[in-house]
């Protein structure tokens, strides 16, 4: 436990800290303020206690009794209470790998998107910044005209978008024709090849049919690349247009890929992108698009005896194959792999990153290029410009997906980094970090010395994926599709498994016990998936499951689950008709999955989907159950 003496007091928290202290009337309530100090230092991570994080415990003391003097018993109680609230908040706005989840109703989903990508651009700095985007409805004029701003005025930047096959009609208001007739020479787009019509003899010509769809490209989110380095991913239910930011209820999850926990999922998701770009029987260029969709027409409306429907073929606008960058962006001056050392040396010299990494040792992550200059007094001499060029991470990993390198460098032995990895690529997830010392068997001295740098937050990405041509669906055009994850089966048992949608939510289903309740908010649900069987596997099990459904096209599922309710077992439902219940998530515990995809057998088996979970943040679970519990009460019994 890291006390008083041990933390740096900056030049600019020394009089608060002073003023705090003088609240004490005795020696315990000292040290009960040293307590509140060292807690505040701990905020951004390191054992420095700034300005900011000083008078957040001075002005939590003046609230709770105004007035210089000690604070007695109930009013020293009540500050420490208010200082730590305080201190809370400090960390979540310290927390850079910024996990965060919004749902409409409570901001507007739009301006969140557009908020994310203008802070994107803005953070690139005129460095190449690869943003690439795959989103099945696109009808919003505002994130339209977001996206041709920020092309026109950052030549630095390229956007790539994979739009749905019908997003490559004008009609409807997509906004798709309307952003490639701007003709931004830093603006790519695809379609989804895909030839959803079947022929009508009532109007004697190819009709649209949902049903006949080869797979529609479902996803709805995008991602960023800084220099090659993962940088942002946002995604969730929400579709592009107006009536999905007013008239809907849906999520929209951010993830600052800074660290461990979360930038995997986000390169993964580039991953995703990447091979569907490049796989010509899933995605065409504009005119190729336009092309393959006459030539199928033709053919149809030859094979019904009538005339082709005439009309040159367009030029071919082949774009051409989009290969990720090399990661060559900055050093995390808080980073524990050695690529991050490397870096900070050449950006800084020899000497300089030396002093940097052994005050980084001793007093923990730098929050800030202020507080790196303050504490590292050499780099004064460094231009502002190269330190603001650094990334300031957390300083801290997921024993979830942190490599043996980070691992290693963080403080355990190698032999130990390596159990780790290989107990969590064998058993799946560590539900805790003390699981540890009893699954690990690391020891209590090393556990205690490295303990304050480690979390078990896990993000993880899972894909579907149907080429054009394919017999049956698989689990991501990209790395992702042959990606083998550790995963419960319906009996408990724990195996590999392909990482499809699926087992993203079975996994937590299976693993789920009557003291983890199942909240599941889902538009479509089918009682011929996976996921539904597997939902009532848990209630059969005893386990709590309570389900919001959109009230469209569920009427069959929500019959089964009555039976099931009325039968005794702990499964219940609603329905949303009043608005359109568009969200699909669901929380277990603290854990959590979401993204584009239904629980249907298209889902599984035709469109290009995507699921993430988050595990092991309380937070981020309480967030989702929070507006499940919303939904639950507005949602019609039945």
């Keep these: 436990m890291t006390t008083f003496r041990q933390v740096r007091v900056s030049p600019g928290a020394r009089a608060a800290a002073t003023q705090a202290l003088d609240r004490a009337g005795s020696a315990a309530d000292k040290k009960k303020v040293e307590a509140a100090l060292v807690s505040a230092a701990g905020a951004d991570g390191n054992k420095v206690l700034s300005a900011e994080e000083a008078q957040a415990v001075v002005s939590s003391f ?74 099945f409805e696109f009808q919003s004029d505002n994130i339209e005209q977001a996206i041709a701003d920020l092309a026109s005025q950052n030549p630095n930047v390229t956007f790539r978008i994979i739009g749905d096959s019908g997003q490559a009609s004008p009609t409807g ?37 949902h049903n006949t769809t080869m797979g529609l490209n479902h996803h709805k989110g995008f991602a960023t690349l800084l220099n090659g380095a993962p940088d942002r991913l946002v995604t969730g239910s929400f579709n592009w247009s107006t009536t ?40 065409l260029s504009p005119n190729d698009f336009a092309n393959f969709k006459k030539a199928q027409m033709d053919a149809m409306l030859v094979a019904h005896g009538k005339p082709p429907s005439g009309g040159r073929a367009l030029p071919s606008d082949a774009l051409p194959a989009y290969t990720l960058p090399a990661d060559t962006g900055a050093a995390d001056v808080n980073g524990l792999r050695a690529r991050d050392t490397s870096r900070l040396t050449a950006a800084l010299g020899e000497a300089a990153a030396k ?47 942190a490599t043996v390198e980070e691992l290693d460098a963080v403080g355990f032995s190698k032999r130990d980094a390596q159990k780790i990895v290989t107990w969590r690529e064998t058993k799946g997830d560590f539900d805790t970090i003390d699981q540890l010392k009893t699954e690990v068997k690391v020891t209590a001295s090393t556990f205690d010395r490295v303990k304050g740098a480690l979390d078990a937050t896990d993000v993880e990405a899972f894909f579907n994926s149907r080429p054009f041509s394919a017999a049956a669906g698989g689990t991501g055009y990209g790395p992702g599709g042959t990606r083998q ?14 990482a499809s949608v699926v087992v993203a ?43 919001v459904l959109n009230s469209d096209y569920t009427a069959s599922t929500v019959a089964a689950i009555k039976r099931l309710r009325d039968q005794g077992l702990p499964i219940d439902v609603r329905v949303q008709s009043a608005k359109t219940m568009h969200e699909k998530f669901g929380v277990v515990g603290d854990d959590v999955f979401s993204g584009s995809a239904n629980f249907s057998e298209s889902s599984s088996t035709k469109h290009s989907e995507d699921r993430f979970t988050i595990k092991n943040q309380r937070e981020i679970a309480a967030q989702f159950q929070s507006e499940f519990e919303l939904l639950w009460a507005k949602s019609r019994t039945v």
């Design 173 to 209: 208001g997509n906004a798709l024709p309307s952003l490639l007739g701007r003709d931004l020479p830093n603006v790519q787009v695809k379609f989804k090849k895909d030839f959803p019509y079947v022929w009508s003899d009532a109007k004697g010509r190819p009709v649209y049919d």
């Design 485 to 498: 994850t550790p995963v419960a089966g319906d009996t408990g048992a724990i195996a590999k498994a392909p």
């Design 62 to 135: 003046e609230q709770a009794a105004p007035g210089p003097g000690p604070l007695d018993a109930a009013a020293l109680g009540t500050g420490l209470d208010l200082a730590q609230a305080a201190v809370d908040g400090l960390a979540k706005a310290n927390d850079v790998d910024g996990l965060s989840v919004d749902f409409t109703f409570q901001q507007s989903l739009e301006k969140k998107l557009i908020g994310e990508l203008k802070a994107a651009v803005e953070g690139a700095k005129g460095q190449p910044l690869d943003v690439n985007m795959m989103i």
């Design 355 to 401: 002093a940097v990494l052994a005050e980084r040792a001793k007093y923990g992550r730098f929050a800030s290029v202020d507080e790196l200059r303050e504490r590292v007094p050499q780099l004064a001499q460094v231009a502002r410009g190269t330190l603001e060029a650094l990334r300031f991470g957390s300083g801290r990993v997921s024993v979830n997906n």
């Design 505 to 547: 939510a079975t996994d937590l289903f299976n693993r789920a016990t009557p003291a983890t309740p199942i909240s599941v908010a889902m538009y479509g649900m089918s009682v011929s998936s996976p996921e539904y069987q597997s939902l009532v596997a848990a209630a059969r099990r005893g386990v709590p499951v309570r389900v």
């Design 244 to 283: 999905a930011d007013t008239k809907n209820y849906e999520d929209l999850s951010t993830y600052h890929a800074v660290d461990s926990s979360t930038r995997d999922a986000t390169m993964a998701y580039h991953g995703e992108f990447s091979a569907f770009w490049n796989n010509p029987d899933a995605a």
